[in-house]
């Protein structure tokens, strides 16, 4: 078990432009996760995937960003048209659904900055 | 909506001794989970303890021990004989298990240092 890998773990874009993230969960977790960590703040929660299923979307998951996971397997998290304010940590959780409790493992993240 | 509060941005401890980091959180709920996370600098978020609400028991594991008091929504995380690599971010976190809501509610987070 090689835990969750994010991809890249850095990106630095011009303003304007479009980036994705990939997010490769522990083999046989049905949950995914996506948060968003900026400098000071603990993470924050954008949307989470059960299996190939979007099934919660935080209000900060703005109409520029899109999250999909086909094949309920790795999950890839884009932006469109990058602004300053999007420049963070962005991390990916994953975890299996059995029982009550299911702890969520966490990647290295993506560092990105938006000059 | 739950809410999470870190009071302390920033403690140091000595090596070898006691640290409490403290939490109060805000909730509704009566059936949630609440956790301590460390973040190393560089490194990924790792569950350090978790507390079920519906445990009167405090949770330890190894060095690490909670404070768990429900009535007060209070959950310290008391660290003994620290050590250098205890140094990082730790962010308590609130998860309902109420509704089924299973993302993670984070506090600010307090930085500890941890001095030779």
């Known amino acids: 078990d090689t835990g969750v890998s994010q991809d890249p773990r850095h990106k630095i874009t011009k303003r304007g432009q479009n980036v994705t993230f990939r997010c490769d969960p522990i083999?046989?977790?049905?949950?995914l996760y996506w948060y968003r960590q900026t400098l000071g703040q603990g993470p924050e929660f954008l949307t989470y995937f059960q299996n190939e299923a979007q099934l919660e979307k935080s209000r900060l998951l703005s109409d520029r960003f899109s999250a999909e996971r086909p094949k309920g397997s790795f999950s890839t998290l884009e932006i469109q048209r990058t602004e300053q304010g999007d420049s963070a940590m962005y991390l990916c959780?994953?975890?299996?659904?059995?029982?009550?409790?299911?702890?969520?493992?966490f990647g290295p993240g993506t560092r990105l900055t938006v000059t | 909506a739950q809410t999470v509060t870190q009071s302390q941005p920033e403690m140091s401890v000595q090596e070898a001794e006691t640290v409490t980091l403290s939490c109060t959180y805000d909730?509704?709920?009566?059936?949630?989970?609440l956790f301590w996370y460390k973040q190393p600098p560089s490194r990924q978020m790792i569950l350090v303890i978790r507390q079920e609400a519906y445990k009167q028991q405090n949770a330890t594991e190894n060095r690490f021990s909670v404070n768990f008091q429900k009535a007060a929504k209070s959950f310290s995380l008391k660290i003994s004989d620290s050590q250098l690599g205890d140094a990082a971010m730790y962010f308590c976190?609130?998860?309902?298990?109420?509704?089924?809501?299973?993302?993670?509610?984070f506090g600010k987070g307090t930085r500890l240092s941890v001095i030779a």
């Open positions: 976190a609130y998860r309902s298990e109420t509704s089924g809501n299973t993302p993670l509610v």
């Open positions: 083999s046989e977790h049905n949950r």
């Open positions: 909730t509704s709920e009566s059936d949630y989970y």
């Open positions: 959780a994953s975890s299996f659904m059995a029982g009550n409790f299911h702890e969520q493992y």
